[in-house]
């Protein structure tokens, strides 16, 4: 069994900043790409920012200057550094992961349940 958890999320003024973070936990042999989506009511799921084991990254144009993914392998965790927020950032914020729970296996896709980032005008 893995898990995914997040944290971070929460109430924020315009122009303010906010770092997620994610945790995977359980069976896990190596965790591969990690990334953070956020999804609004009535809109697809939308990817932010990605990063590979190695480190490799990959901002999504709508929040690139402003989002900064980061990952620290030895914890098992995954950030996302939010400056300069606007409203319409305000969404639910998801971590992904591919992970491999035994060599021998391919990856599976996990979630998170997700955080609420709300920022007020």
């Known amino acids: 069994q893995v898990q995914l958890a997040e944290s971070g999320g929460g109430l924020v003024q315009a122009g303010g900043s906010l770092r997620l973070s994610c945790t995977a936990s359980g069976d896990i042999f190596k965790i591969n790409t990690m990334a953070w989506y956020r999804q609004t009511p009535g809109k697809q799921r939308e990817l932010l920012a990605s990063i590979t084991s190695g480190g490799s990254t990959n901002t999504a144009d709508s929040v690139k200057g402003r989002f900064t993914i980061s990952r620290d392998n030895a914890k098992n965790t995954v950030y996302l550094q939010m400056n300069r927020l606007k409203p319409e950032d305000t969404a639910i914020y998801y971590c992904?992961?591919?992970?491999?729970?035994?060599?021998?296996?391919?990856?599976?896709?996990?979630w998170g349940l997700g955080t609420q980032v709300t920022v007020s005008s």
């Open positions: 992904n992961a591919g992970i491999n729970q035994r060599w021998y296996e391919q990856q599976s896709d996990y």
